[in-house]
């Protein structure tokens, strides 16, 4: 009778079980910022896929206003999205996103409005709330174009200009905006205090309120409705890719002082 033989039993030593770890980690190290940076990347481009739907929503809405812009209090921020915390109304562009029960409208129905990089930015003790949770949308319009200019300068040198698109904002409409790929309409919630001439209220909420990892960048919706990620220079009303200005014979005023 031949005796059955032993098997022998095998397993990692310590060292190869090192080494394994070792290994994991270094891919992890490698994997981790690319993960991340895939994520950010989608963020951004769904964010940017809300602006280009909010902004078609802001041309059927002209459409059906004999070209008008909306105009009213804080009427860069009640234009749409939810309640929130603010409570504001009246939010008149739901309906052209398809949110049309004016007092029933959700956190969750208005996604549209809400940027999925929003972190905050708002002044004050919402400062690190979502800007959606806060005021019912991440997203801020050109406040030169739509509503009366609610832009408080600390320096009398930008008076005039201001005072030139005042004069003009309640005969603006659509066909009298010059330059619609180029003129700025809404974008994430902190781009307007990136272009304001004045300081920023601290550097913290400035930093909270770039949802998109680059200094000074923001998606930006046009009035022709396309989308793009643009660095925001501080005080500059005219550049090369961008004007906030509707007004085109206010180029040159406003090119002379935005360089003293």
């Not at 030169?144 to 609610?150: E, K």
Request: proline letters at 5%.
């Amino acid at each position: 009778m031949i005796g059955k033989g032993k098997k022998s039993l095998t397993g990692f030593t310590l060292i190869e079980l090192l080494v394994v770890i070792a290994v994991i980690a270094v891919l992890l190290a490698i994997l981790m910022p690319a993960l991340g940076k895939a994520r950010q990347i989608a963020k951004r481009i769904g964010c940017q896929s809300n602006l280009k739907q909010i902004a078609l929503a802001w041309n059927m809405y002209l459409d059906d206003n004999e070209g008008q812009f909306y105009q009213g209090r804080n009427t860069n921020l009640n234009y749409g999205g939810w309640p929130a915390i603010q409570g504001w109304s009246p939010r008149p562009l739901n309906k052209y996103v398809g949110l049309n029960d004016p007092n029933g409208v959700t956190e969750e129905g208005a996604k549209v409005f809400c940027c999925p990089a929003d972190r905050g930015g708002v002044p004050g003790p919402y400062l690190r709330e979502k800007v959606y949770d806060y005021l019912g949308t991440s997203y801020q319009t050109n406040i030169l174009l739509i509503g009366q200019d609610q832009l408080l300068v600390g320096n009398d040198k930008f008076s005039i200009l201001h005072t030139e698109v005042n004069s003009r904002l309640k005969n603006l409409r659509r066909s009298s905006a010059d330059n619609p790929s180029r003129l700025l309409l809404i974008g994430d919630y902190g781009w307007v205090n990136q272009w304001k001439p004045i300081p920023h209220p601290s550097e913290d909420m400035k930093e909270l309120a770039e949802w998109h990892g680059r200094e000074d960048y923001h998606n930006l919706a046009f009035l022709d409705s396309h989308v793009r990620f643009l660095r925001i220079q501080k005080g500059f009303y005219v550049t090369d890719e961008y004007t906030v200005l509707p007004f085109k014979e206010l180029y040159g005023l406003a090119r002379e002082i935005q360089q003293q």
